[in-house]
T-cell receptor, first 114, second 113 residues
Framework: DSGVTQTPKHLITATGQRVTLRCSPR?????VYWYQQSLDQGLQFLIQ???????AKGNILERFSAQQFPDLHSELNLSSLELGDSALYFC?????????????FGNGTRLTVT | GENVEQHPSTLSVQEGDSAVIKCTYS??????FPWYKQELGKRPQLIID?????GEKKDQRIAVTLNKTAKHFSLHITETQPEDSAVYFC????????????FGKGTKLSVKP
């Protein structure tokens, strides 16, 4: 168990809808990262938050947004969903201070858009 | 832009043989290079990492080497076992110590008994 909790585990929704994915980082970790993994694809970096502030942005679509709350949990919002958004979405967390520290991944949320 | 190239994309070896996976990165400021193993349907798990102040690190059957001049790093698995079969991802950090990890596209390793 990595200590990173993601909910829900599975999500099935229709095109055009909006969903929210939730992540609770490991205790003590200040950085939260979101990654998208499509079928047979690598891990695409979406966005990073550090202690409540956006720190880095990757290939995140404008239809997607995220935030990190004062209690350090994070949510990834996906709107106007398309079939191509079907993927496994991972959250990861790290200490985020000083030297770069290892990422610890949650078990992911599998999103299916029909 | 930020990029990590990983080769090969698939690798098949006989049990007991060695496996080598190679990665290159583009940002000369990168200083942290982890390797993750992802079994089917599971989360990526860190297996070994190396920082730029060392050239090699070993942990039992796994070793990682780093050539900062050439911006190359490699994963070496010796005496492979069927349970080593998985997808392996290399990564490099961008944006300094508070930055993010960019991953390679992965190598699917199959170890045949």
């Amino acid at each position: 168990d990595s200590g990173v909790t993601q909910t829900p585990k599975h999500l099935i929704t229709a095109t055009g809808q909006r969903v929210t994915l939730r992540c609770s980082p490991r205790s003590g970790d200040l950085s939260v990262y979101w990654y998208q993994q499509s079928l047979d694809q690598g891990l695409q970096f979406l966005i990073q938050y550090y202690n409540g502030e956006e720190r880095a942005k990757g290939n995140i679509l404008e239809r997607f947004s995220a935030q990190q709350f004062p209690d350090l949990h994070s949510e990834l919002n996906l709107s106007s969903l398309e079939l191509g958004d079907s993927a496994l979405y991972f959250c990861a967390s790290s200490v985020g201070q000083g030297m770069f520290s290892p990422l610890h991944f949650g078990n992911g949320t599998r999103l299916t858009v029909t | 832009g930020e990029n990590v190239e990983q080769h090969p994309s698939t690798l098949s070896v006989q049990e007991g043989d060695s496996a080598v996976i190679k990665c290159t990165y583009s940002d000369s400021a990168s200083n942290y290079f982890p390797w993750y193993k992802q079994e089917l349907g599971k989360r990526p798990q860190l297996i070994i990492d190396i920082r730029s102040n060392v050239g090699e690190k070993k942990d039992q059957r796994i070793a990682v080497t780093l050539n900062k001049t050439a911006k190359h790093f490699s994963l070496h698995i010796t005496e492979t076992q069927p349970e080593d079969s998985a997808v392996y991802f290399c990564a490099a950090n961008y944006g300094g110590s508070q930055g993010n990890l960019i991953f390679g596209k992965g190598t699917k390793l199959s170890v045949k008994p």
